[in-house]
């Protein structure tokens, strides 16, 4: 029995070994979506300039593609996960997420910009799903909302990587060069990927997670109580009263930060204060570093205090409260001084769509909690896709007709313009997260 249970435990801790290199790679791989998701505003100029691309709202099209294909993946990339598998999954997606990226650099009309950044977009957007089907393998229930928090983490390097590196490659090199490199970095991470990830414990002989936990005393992994078809499963969630505020609430509250993290910040700060791309590029630097400061704080507040909705609320109202100052201050150019601490706040307020998948999982029977999560995380991209290009219809309907080296300039009123259109779309987040049914941290199941 001793030599019994000894054999268990060394299979335990190279279990608990091995599955680093499994999640490690495709954490890694994961930068590559945070890079797609952020690049274009760095390159903003340049592609307006390159492209003669008129009009601001064209800009925000190109950008916001990104965000509708990376939510209309989600779904598939469930799908792809659970009868491919991730290993499979992973490696076809950063293959396509290569050759996006080089079609993108190598693009010489619009429409073939359109085409790399779709198939950029279609690529990363099987990462995320597929790295969740990873944690729920190879690591502990217990677990998993500190995986989550180090995906984060992960996925914001990328974000910072998009910001002042990418600046500096596009002042030292160009434009087109930082599309080539992200696309050799996915080729490198596929390999990889194909190599180290392996689906599950089982195909390596190692013993499956749910054995592990029902050993250990903590019981297997959530277990579904019944056996129901996609169509009635989507049918429950989104006939769901309370699936509905979280949703809305991310849809608004990510779609403004990604309008200005994402395409219009680096554009506002050459324009309004003159700076270079690179000192701009600092500000989307401190956007993403109070993400991750406030990220993983609100949902571990969340998670000790035992509450969703006034967490939530709160990081909508502090992100409202912050952007009506950055809208008023000095007709929406505030002084430089201040200009570090706004941003940090406004990603620390962006911070209560971490808790987003929980809401709505947890308003949800628990058998349906997949296709829950999955819309859950969609909401955040609609929202994106929609306010980029409306940020930019805003500055076309008040340009005044000024252009700098092929680049419309547009002046402050402009942008204040555009700004309150976001605080608009922010106060109606607010209102939604009012709505959000409180689970004490607990499955209702669809109380």
């Known amino acids: 029995m001793e030599r019994e249970q000894g054999a268990w435990q060394e299979r335990v801790r190279r279990l608990d070994r091995r599955r680093w290199l499994v999640w490690v790679p495709v954490a890694l791989a994961f ?8 690049a274009t505003g760095v390159v903003a100029d340049n592609l307006m300039r390159d492209f003669a691309i008129e009009r601001a709202a064209e800009l925000g099209v190109l950008s916001s593609i990104y965000f509708y294909t990376y939510a209309a993946m989600q779904l598939p990339s469930g799908i792809m996960a659970d009868f491919w598998g991730p290993r499979r999954t992973i490696t076809l997606a950063l293959l396509v997420a290569a050759g996006g990226a080089v079609l993108f650099g190598a693009s010489e009309s619009l429409p073939a910009l359109y085409a790399g950044r779709f198939l950029s ?39 910072l990587l998009a910001a002042t590196p990418l600046a500096f490659v596009v002042e030292a090199l160009d434009w087109r060069a930082a599309f080539y490199i992200i696309a050799a970095y996915s080729l490198v991470m596929a390999a990889v990927s194909w190599l180290a990830v392996r689906d599950r414990p089982a195909d390596i002989g190692l013993p499956p997670i ?19 078809g996609v169509a009635a499963c989507i049918r429950t969630v989104l006939g769901n009263r309370y699936t509905w505020p979280p949703f809305l609430t991310a849809a608004a509250v990510y779609g403004v930060f990604m309008a200005f993290l994402g395409v219009w910040g680096v554009p506002y700060f050459m324009q309004v204060y003159g700076m270079p791309r690179l000192e701009a590029s600092g500000y989307m630097v401190a956007i993403v570093a109070g993400n991750m400061v406030g990220g993983p704080l609100v949902g571990f507040l969340s998670d000790k205090l035992g509450y969703r909705r006034w967490p939530y609320c709160g990081a909508a109202a502090m992100f409202l409260a912050v952007w009506l100052t950055l809208t008023l201050w000095n007709g929406g150019r505030p002084p430089v001084w201040a200009l570090y601490p706004l941003v940090f706040a406004i990603g620390v307020g962006l911070s209560g769509v971490t808790i987003s998948v929980a809401c709505v999982r947890e308003v949800n029977p628990p058998q349906m909690a997949g296709i829950a999560a999955g819309f859950a995380n969609s909401g955040p991209f ?5 306010m980029q290009p409306l940020f930019g219809w805003v500055l076309d309907m008040n340009w005044q007709g000024a252009v700098e080296q092929g680049v419309k300039v547009y002046p402050t009123a402009a942008w204040q313009s555009a700004f309150w259109l976001c605080a608009a779309v922010l106060a109606a987040g607010l209102c939604m997260s009012l709505l959000i049914k409180e689970t004490r941290c607990r499955v209702l199941g669809g109380e």
């Open 31 to 38: 930068l590559a979506a945070y890079f797609h998701r952020t």
């Open 121 to 159: 977009s279609v690529g990363v957007g099987l990462l995320f799903v597929n790295l969740v089907k990873i944690h729920a393998d190879w690591f502990r229930v217990r677990e998993f909302g500190t995986m989550s928090g180090l995906t984060v983490l992960v996925g914001n390097a990328g974000s």
């Open 210 to 228: 749910a054995a592990v936990e029902e050993r250990e005393g903590g019981g297997a992994a959530m277990a579904a109580t019944g056996r129901y």
């Open 382 to 386: 609609i929202g994106a896709a929609l």
